[in-house]
């Protein structure tokens, strides 16, 4: 396993010469903390599992600018939506692992409240460490199911934003992740090659939970040959109280 990279101040001038980071982020405040929030990720995951991706050049791309990729997606909204003395605008990260994109999206946009959730109590006080550890006062972790949490009302179409990347087929990502949207929000999956199929075969889930795909998004980042792309699915209505089911009735028969 790949030690802690050995020098934060390499990684941060590394992210900040890849031609691919967007401009707004392009701020060396910013990579340093980003570069704290990747030696904690490596650190931890030598005492438990938290990734697959030990390289730190796979760390940089596959976990890093990939998140930046999504806060870049969503910065636009949150900047016109910003309004002042008025509350911050919400994210919530469903099946968060490590805590990609949340910690990126919490580093990268600190006007946005973000809340990340996994299911896993280790990954979340690795999240809410690190968190401590890079000074990103905007970010929580929050250990429960999606599917338990989601009828909870403190959380139920309480958030601005949803995001989640590599955690289930799309019909039933979107019953996990559209109940936490509040009308007129943007819950955007992070997917890879199949996802103009999944946005076909999610047609029905999106139309029953209020929700309706707005774009999809192509993107790419060095070192994966694989395409990816961003979901933008917006909710122009809210979701019926029945969902999300009990997620082994979604696997078995998903929307």
Do not use: W
């Not at 199911?145 to 139920?156: F, V």
């Not at 958030?159 to 979107?174: I, Q, S």
């Not at 694989?226 to 029945?242: E, G, Q, Y």
């Amino acid at each position: 396993m790949d030690a802690v990279p050995p020098d934060p101040a390499g990684f941060a001038a590394r992210l900040l010469a890849c031609p691919e980071l967007p401009q707004p982020f392009r701020d060396g405040e910013l990579a340093e903390t980003l570069a704290v929030i990747a030696r904690k990720l490596l650190e931890d995951n030598a005492k438990f599992n938290l990734t697959a991706i030990t390289d730190e050049t796979d760390v940089l791309y596959k976990h890093f600018l990939d998140s930046l990729l999504c806060a870049e997606a969503i910065r636009p909204e949150l900047i016109s939506r910003t309004e002042p003395g008025k509350p911050a605008l919400r994210l919530l990260d469903v099946g968060s692992g490590a805590g990609f994109p949340a910690l990126p999206i919490a580093a990268a946009l600190p006007l946005l409240s973000v809340t990340a959730l996994d299911s896993t109590a280790k990954k979340c006080r690795h999240m809410n460490d690190t968190a401590s550890e890079a000074s990103v006062s905007n970010f929580a972790a929050v250990t429960a199911r999606a599917e338990n949490l989601a009828h909870n009302t403190d959380y139920r179409e309480s958030y601005d934003f949803v995001t989640a990347r590599a955690v289930a087929h799309l019909p039933v990502l979107c019953e996990l992740c559209l109940p936490f949207v509040a009308p007129g929000g943007l819950f955007v999956a992070m997917k890879g090659r199949s996802a103009p199929q999944e946005a076909a075969e999610a047609e029905h889930a999106m139309r029953t939970l209020g929700g309706v795909l707005e774009e999809i998004r192509p993107y790419s980042i060095p070192r994966d040959a694989d395409p990816r792309f961003l979901l933008m699915i917006r909710k122009d209505s809210p979701a019926p109280a029945l969902y999300p089911r009990h997620f082994s009735v979604i696997s078995k028969n998903p929307l």
